[in-house]
């Protein structure tokens, strides 16, 4: 099964950016992501949609927009999320989400989850 890997959280002071990272892989094959989506669970709720990305469309939650930027390197097989201003509402496990397909002895299409990654938000 396609593995996603996420990168890049940690704790941030209010006002702080980080850039999160997700990249599709598995062995021996060319991955092509067609839709990513970046969601999140903060503590003791439920998981939302943050933003998502197909070709150059793309959908953002409310309180992702101005604030969060998407990208998706398809060459790289990698997703992107650029969060500025944060603020600490923003606390939560971060994770992503790609379907598409891949390339190698066989060709199929995929539908993954990755771990997540930890956004602290605090002073």
């Known amino acids: 099964q396609v593995r996603l890997v996420e990168l890049g959280g940690g704790l941030v002071q209010p006002g702080g950016s980080l850039r999160l990272s997700c990249e599709a892989s598995?062995?021996?094959?060319?991955?092509?992501?067609?839709?990513l989506g970046w969601y999140r669970q903060p503590p003791g709720k439920q998981r939302e949609l943050v933003a998502s990305i197909r070709n150059d469309d793309t959908v953002y939650a409310d309180f992702a927009k101005d604030r969060f930027t998407i990208s998706l390197d398809k060459g790289e097989s990698t997703g992107y999320l650029q969060m500025n201003n944060l603020e600490p509402d923003d606390t939560a496990v971060y994770l992503c989400?790609?379907?598409?397909?891949?390339?190698?002895?066989?060709?199929?299409?995929?539908?993954?989850w990755g771990q997540g990654t930890q956004v602290t938000v605090s002073s």
């Open positions: 989400n790609a379907n598409g397909r891949y390339f190698g002895e066989n060709s199929r299409r995929f539908d993954s």
């Open positions: 598995l062995a021996e094959s060319r991955v092509n992501i067609y839709v």
